[in-house]
């Protein structure tokens, strides 16, 4: 099986780190990379909202949430009863598997595009929408029975719509349906260097993917184990989600990619804040050491083909 040419920088990445070789990537670029992308995604799929915005897209999107608040009640109670991990740490856990990877997905889409199929121009709105709710959940299993205060009510809620993922996400599908046609005016930029912002982006996740391999080690089977589990039944759900909702071919091999990834930047930065008693390490370890690696090499190709197929 050939692999996409932006998942090669990743595997690069990963490989360079095992060796023992120091690619010093600075600070600065990487933060540009994922702006870039981030405002990318969300103009290109303002752009298409406007010709496609609703009751039908509307009543997509609420369908849609849906999978946000499973996967989270899937994931908790197999890592309390299974792993035997506290109601804190398993509930945190939760929470980022209900989530998404926007990184996890730009990879689905540039595998998508370099094989000219279809996909609903919309589907950057079905991520802006999961960001959230999967958070929502993780944070009524860990605090059942508790009463927050105003305080951490604001900084929660606050980390929750204001982190810089959903607001650039947010804010470029608002600018790109706002504008319409005059967003055609900076695409050249963000849509010709799309593939080489990723494929740069890649390489970074390779190294962090491959510095976290040693906590592994240290975390056990388990850990491994249900970092390829959950994102199997995520597809599942998202992909069973998808043919209900009537998508094509693409559009199941996104929802399903969605319902696979694992979050490591927005729920992490809100449940700091939420529950800063939880090992935040357990979930990072699991979404960029085990499962980022699985959907990019493994999951996102076999995805997509059974997509093709049951479509």
Do not use: C
């Not at 909702?245 to 929802?255: D, H, I, K």
């Amino acid at each position: 099986m050939q692999i996409d040419v932006v998942v090669a920088f990743f595997v690069l990445g990963m490989v360079a780190t095992l060796l023992g070789t120091k690619i010093d990537f600075p600070k600065g670029l990487y933060q540009f990379l994922t702006l870039f992308l981030l405002l990318a995604i969300g103009l290109k799929g303002g752009m298409a909202l406007g010709d496609h915005i609703g009751i039908e897209l509307l009543g997509q999107s609420l369908v849609v949430v849906t999978l946000g608040l499973i996967l989270p009640l899937i994931a908790y109670p197999l890592l309390k009863r299974f792993g035997g991990w506290s109601r804190l740490d398993s509930a945190s856990t939760a929470a980022h598997y209900g989530s998404v990877s926007v990184a996890t997905f730009a990879v689905a889409v540039a595998v998508i595009e370099a094989q000219n199929l279809f996909y609903e121009p919309y589907f950057l709105l079905f991520v802006v929408v999961l960001e959230v709710p999967a958070i929502a959940v993780g944070l009524w299993l860990a605090k059942r029975g508790e009463r927050a205060s105003n305080t951490s009510r604001r900084q929660l809620f606050h980390e929750l719509f204001g982190n810089q993922g959903v607001v650039l996400l947010l804010g470029g599908l608002l600018i790109g349906w706002w504008a319409g046609d005059n967003t055609r005016n900076i695409m050249p930029l963000f849509s010709t260097l799309f593939h080489g912002v990723l494929a740069l982006f890649l390489l970074q996740m390779g190294r962090l993917a491959a510095e976290q391999f040693s906590e592994l080690r240290r975390q056990g089977l388990f850990l491994v184990s249900f970092a390829i589990a959950m994102p199997l039944i995520g597809a599942l759900f998202g992909g069973a989600l998808a043919l209900l909702l009537g998508l094509s071919a693409g559009g199941v091999a996104l929802l399903a990619t969605l319902g696979a990834s694992a979050s490591y930047i927005a729920v992490p930065a809100a449940l700091g804040v939420a529950l800063p008693q939880a090992n935040l390490s357990l979930p990072l370890t699991a979404s960029l050491a085990v499962t980022f690696p699985f959907n990019v090499l493994v999951g996102i190709p076999v995805y997509l083909a059974l997509a093709q197929r049951l479509t």
